[in-house]
């Protein structure tokens, strides 16, 4: 498992881009997995002359099953201007075949004293049987959701989609299995 790694991209620890110092640190126990980084980068990186200063930290913890919980939390201070990222999110899977994932995100940005707060969620459950199947897909973006610790690259944003999907396999011992 890397420890950043979400499907929304909320979490990309590269976004430092010519780091002074830095320090990475994971673990696990009592059933939970966390992992922080900060970083201070180089002042060239900066739209205000400052070095800025990168924050991210996750946490998630199994519930059996494959299912699990987690937090995160990513912050970007320049100057007197930030970005600032909350998010939970969570997998339940059940039933053997279903699955539920879900997320929601809040950014709270401040540019030159103007200050922003826009969300981020998305809904997914999926059904995995052998013969039929489906995945279906509910997320949307505020037009003012930043991640500055993150990649997300359209904003304002609403998805729905369903792919159902049907498995035909041959008897076994067919010429075609």
């Given at each position: 498992l890397e420890p950043f790694n979400r499907?929304?991209?909320?979490?990309?620890?590269?976004?430092?881009?010519?780091?002074?110092?830095?320090?990475k640190l994971t673990g696990k126990g009592f059933g939970n997995d966390v992992a922080f980084m900060s970083a201070?980068?180089?002042?060239?990186?900066?739209a205000t002359g400052s070095h800025p200063v990168y924050n991210i930290l996750r946490a998630q913890r199994g519930?059996?099953?494959?299912?699990?919980i987690g937090l995160a939390y990513t912050d970007k201070?320049?100057?007197?201007?930030?970005n600032r990222v909350a998010s939970v999110d969570g997998r339940l899977v059940f039933g053997g075949v279903y699955a539920v994932l879900a997320q929601g995100a809040l950014s709270r940005t401040r540019t030159n004293d103007v200050t922003v707060t826009d969300p981020l969620?998305?809904?997914?459950?999926?059904?995995?049987?052998?013969?039929?199947?489906?995945?279906?897909?509910?997320?949307?973006i505020g037009d003012d959701f930043r991640a500055q610790s993150g990649f997300i690259n359209r904003t304002g944003v609403v998805r729905l989609n369903v792919?159902?999907?049907?498995?035909?396999?041959?008897?076994?011992?067919?010429?075609v299995e």
């Open positions: 499907a929304t991209n909320l979490l990309f620890p590269r976004r430092s881009g010519q780091p002074l110092a830095a320090v201070v980068d180089d002042g060239g990186a900066s519930l059996g099953g494959g299912s699990r201070v320049d100057g007197d201007d930030y969620w998305n809904l997914r459950f999926d059904r995995n049987g052998e013969r039929f199947g489906w995945r279906s897909f509910f997320s949307g792919t159902p999907n049907y498995s035909w396999l041959p008897p076994r011992g067919s010429l």
